[in-house]
């Protein structure tokens, strides 16, 4: 079990996706305020609580993004959001391996930028779960039949190879997924639209 004197984690690697233009929400959710901080600098410091080296990946209003986490000791990648989410994990993805080859690595955690639920907790549990078990496959977190993240898998993983975005992806690349399954829904959670956003207050 992971301890407290034990993070944040140097043997991972965290890319989180915050390039999407929000066109469910009909702004940029990420510069929508969680808890007095603009969503994506409450997810980055929610998720460097665990692990030490984070890169965030933008696209849409990335020089807004990059402003909203001034001082945050994170690397960026920019990914332009018209290539498309696989582009943006590979882009992403890139970077950390780059990262990877200059230390031990055991792993590179897959997160998303509009998941304000997620805790330390669920981050850490999951890195539990991995650690004991099959490292040469992604470990993709399931309540009931929805995906989840965040996705840890391999340094090595191929990327090219395997669309981690999609949603059907356990099914699809059943060689190369682990499934997790829970029943926390904070796994499956995020803030999409207006409705996701007042709800969250709600709860």
Do not use: W
Not at 89 to 100: C, K, N, P, S, V
């Amino acid at each position: 079990m992971l301890e407290e004197d034990d993070l944040p984690l140097t043997n991972y690697i965290a890319v989180i996706l915050a390039g999407g233009e929000g066109s469910r929400m009909g702004r940029n959710k990420l510069l929508m305020e969680i808890s007095a901080r603009p969503m994506i600098r409450h997810v980055v410091e929610t998720i460097r609580g665990v692990i030490q080296d984070v890169i965030v990946v933008t696209g849409h209003q990335s020089d807004r993004v990059a402003e909203a986490l001034a001082r945050s000791p994170v690397e960026f990648v920019d990914s332009p959001a018209s290539d498309g989410p696989a582009a943006a994990i590979e882009a992403g993805f890139a970077q950390a391996r780059r990262l990877a080859s200059y230390s031990t690595c055991e792993g590179i955690v897959l997160c998303i930028g509009d998941q304000p639920r997620l805790t330390e907790r669920e981050i850490a549990g999951l890195i539990e779960v991995y650690q004991v078990g099959d490292k040469t496959r992604a470990l993709l977190p399931i309540r009931d039949t929805r995906r989840g993240y965040p996705v840890i898998v391999p340094p090595d993983f191929d990327t090219h190879a395997v669309d981690l975005s999609s949603e059907s992806v356990a099914a699809d690349y059943p060689g190369q997924i682990v499934v997790f399954p829970t029943k926390n829904p904070v796994y499956d959670s995020s803030v999409d639209t207006p409705e996701d956003y007042r709800t969250f207050f709600a709860i």
